[in-house]
């Protein structure tokens, strides 16, 4: 199964700075997704972007930008301009695209603390 | 707002005993998945019906079943239920299954305490 690797549990950031969120992943499959998810207080999971493995530009959302290197299963995620609504756990997650059950594969997230 | 509505919010139970949570997907999705989230763990995928039929079985155990009905909602049964088994359980949906562009949409969850 795949596995996904978050190995920042904690990270901290200035209000208005930038922070980098990493994830790796292991996978044998060439075509695959990645996500990362936000998870504030009220714990409902958010989509904060996307990318499909077979673009090989970087997907943004805004402030939110992610670094993939395909070769060397890395997915980061940067936060630029960070702002205190922004504070939450974020959690990097796989999905296959394969034509089997589709489900994510989680990492263990980082949570993230915003210090105005 | 996620489209996705799962019932109860909240659930406090004791050891042994069994209990359903139900998760309404959104409209026109056909696919539903569930998954676990122990504290401070990420999520661990349960299982996943589309139309009414199982597609996929991750770690899910022996004494926890699903369905989907007709209508596509689906109900996640716990029964023997142990103090591990603590956890905010979460439903998603999607339209469809496997290839590509499939979003999933996750509910609110449902957080269960065994006392």
């Not at chain 1, 077979?54 to 997907?59: D, F, S, T, V």
């Not at chain 1, 936060?79 to 994510?104: E, H, K, P, V, W």
């Not at chain 2, 439903?91 to 006392?115: D, H, I, K, M, N």
């Amino acid at each position: 199964a795949q596995t996904v690797t978050q190995s920042q549990p904690e990270m901290s950031v200035q209000e208005a700075e930038t922070v980098t969120l990493s994830c790796t992943y292991d996978t044998s499959e060439s075509d695959y997704y990645l996500f990362w998810y936000k998870q504030p207080p009220s714990r409902q999971m958010i989509l904060v972007i996307r990318q499909e493995a077979y673009k090989q530009q970087n997907a943004t959302e805004n402030r939110f930008s992610v670094n993939f290197q395909k070769a060397a299963k890395s997915f980061s995620l940067k936060i630029s301009d960070s702002q205190l609504g922004d504070a939450a756990m974020y959690f990097c997650a796989y999905r296959s695209s394969i034509n089997t059950g589709n489900q994510f594969y989680f990492g263990t997230g980082t949570s993230l603390t915003v210090i105005p | 707002d996620s489209g996705v509505t799962q019932t109860p919010k909240h659930l406090i139970t004791a050891t042994g005993q069994r209990v359903t949570l139900r998760c309404s997907p959104r409209s026109g999705d056909l696919s539903v998945y569930w998954y676990q989230q122990s504290l401070d763990q990420g999520l661990q995928f349960l299982i996943q019906y589309y139309n009414g039929e199982e597609r996929a079985k991750g770690n899910i155990l022996e004494r926890f079943s699903a369905q989907q009905f007709p209508d596509l909602h689906s109900e996640l049964n716990l029964s023997s239920l142990e103090l591990g088994d603590s956890a905010l359980y979460f439903c998603a949906s999607s339209v469809g299954y496997g290839g590509r562009g499939y979003e999933q949409y996750f509910g609110p969850g449902t957080r269960l305490t065994v006392t």
